[in-house]
């Protein structure tokens, strides 16, 4: 069993930057894929970012490629979303998700999932 808690949401202006954090229970936080997802009004979740288990092989939407970074310290159970250039389109909440597996899914066939973060960028 993971439980994962978000952080680090908040309302900001086209252009800033934010960092998400995602903290994991457990002591096989290494054994886990682990993503974000977000979910705007009105759409379906969609994948954002992936990394495996070793840090060694990220995966990333279209849409954000080249301004988001996620990162994770196994060391301290956490995954990162570093997000920069932040536009409109943007705004959702942004979910962390789990999966025992050893390959990044794009879809959300996840395991484990947070309670969501909101993150607002405005114009």
């Known amino acids: 069993q993971v439980q994962l808690v978000e952080s680090g949401g908040g309302s900001v202006q086209a252009g800033d930057s934010l960092r998400l954090s995602c903290a994991a229970s457990?002591?096989?936080?290494?054994?886990?894929?682990m993503a974000w997802f977000r979910q705007a009004p009105g759409k379906e979740r969609e994948f954002v970012a992936g990394i495996n288990r070793s840090n060694s092989n990220t995966n990333y939407a279209d849409s954000v490629k080249g301004r988001f970074t996620i990162s994770r310290d196994n060391a301290k159970n956490t995954v990162y979303l570093q997000m920069n250039s932040l536009k409109p389109e943007d705004t959702a909440v942004y979910y962390c998700?789990?999966?025992?597996?050893?390959?990044?899914?794009?879809?959300?066939?996840?395991?484990?999932w947070g309670q969501g973060t909101q993150v607002t960028v405005s114009s």
């Open positions: 457990g002591r096989t936080f290494s054994a886990y894929v």
């Open positions: 998700a789990a999966r025992q597996d050893i390959r990044v899914l794009t879809t959300t066939r996840y395991h484990y």
